[in-house]
């Protein structure tokens, strides 16, 4: 079969893989008909994530038909529509039986990380019965790959850990895919009041179309103080960190109000410096995470609802062999005007 390998930092390659076999009874192998490329995917190429090694399978989201079992998989037979959950959860472990699956001590985010993942024809997923959701009946595949991994992200780890609550007010620092998923779901709540923050004038366009009440170019003056300015000085209830650079980590410090919440969703590469000397009397609550997939039953009904449409964050469609063609365009995003790319086989 074809796979999008990883050929160490900065290289990759469409090439010729083994099909992916059974190896343990509660595993299932799954044809591919949907994927897409995350963030994460660039930072593994950039050789940021050294436990991938050279000739591994990039990819952790997708949706497919289940193509075989092994003898220990009930919930899914031969031929079912799938839903791939980024993070692998045994659903026996200390872990999962606490619902963090994204420390299952057999998964977690393993997919296109320490085993072969998605971007390929086919894909072989351990503990099949609790990592695959099936696809129900008349939903838009493309709507749910954004189940994957990135709807769930925003969702866990912005907007529940940021205790969003009705008549907030948030900002959402980083419009990428992942701030934007936690701007759609945060509306789930009601708040008053949702700014937007980011460098680049078409992503904040485009919250804007999403739900943001206010935006905010960071590349034009002081985006702490445009903050403070729209808040009448207060700040805002709930900062959500979407990029992962001390940069953006500043802005959600210098906009947190009294009792508020900083929700670090971003994967940072490089320490921030925490300013307890400003937030010790301040009541605050940090938060950080990776997610654990288990909001994606609730997430999919709200899809099958019509309550959430995550296809608005789908800006780009390639055949799956056109794979490397679709990293060019999701590598220069802000050029390219690209949020999630689908490729389709
Ligand atoms: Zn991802
Ligand atoms: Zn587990």
């Known amino acids: 079969m074809k796979a999008l390998v ?21 595993d299932a192998i799954v044809r591919i008909t949907k994927t897409t490329i995350c963030g994460t995917d660039l930072h593994i190429l950039k050789g940021d994530v050294p436990a991938v090694v050279d000739g591994r399978i990039l990819g952790h989201e997708g949706v497919g038909i289940v193509e075989e079992v092994g003898p220990g998989v009930r919930n899914f037979k031969v031929g079912d529509r799938v839903l791939i959950s980024c993070v692998t959860s045994c659903g026996k472990c200390e872990y999962c039986k606490k619902g963090m699956y994204s420390h299952c001590e057999d998964g977690g985010w393993i997919l296109g990380h320490l085993i072969d993942g998605t971007q390929a024809e086919y894909v072989r997923i351990p503990h099949a019965d609790t990592s695959l959701y099936p696809v129900p009946e008349g939903i838009d595949e493309e709507a749910l790959v954004m189940l994957s991994d990135i709807l769930p992200t925003g969702f866990e780890v912005g907007v529940l850990k940021g205790q969003v609550q009705p008549g907030d007010t948030v900002a959402i620092v980083g419009a990428g895919p992942v701030g934007l998923a936690a701007l759609l779901t945060a509306q789930f709540y009601s708040p008053a009041e949702i700014i937007m923050v980011d460098l680049d004038d078409s992503r904040l366009e485009v919250a804007r179309t999403f739900g943001a009440t206010k935006t905010v170019n960071s590349s034009r003056g002081n ?38 919440h900083i929700a670090n969703v971003g994967v940072h590469g490089k320490s921030v410096n925490l300013h307890l000397e400003k937030l010790w009397i301040q009541n605050i609550t940090l938060t950080t995470g990776l997610v654990d997939t288990n909001s994606t039953p609730m997430l999919i009904k709200t899809v099958v609802a019509g309550k959430l449409e995550p296809k608005q964050l789908i800006t780009h469609r390639f055949p799956l062999s056109d794979i490397e063609k679709a990293y060019e365009v999701f590598g220069n995003a802000a050029k390219e005007k690209a949020l999630k790319v689908i490729l389709y086989q």
């Open 6 to 26: 990883y050929r160490g930092p900065g290289s990759k390659e469409w090439t010729d893989k083994p099909m992916p076999t059974i190896q343990a009874p509660t």
């Open 223 to 260: 985006p702490v103080e445009a903050v403070m300015e729209l808040t009448g000085g207060k700040g805002v209830d709930v900062a959500i960190e979407a990029v992962g650079i001390p940069v953006t980590f500043d802005i959600c410090q210098g906009i947190v109000a009294a009792g508020g």
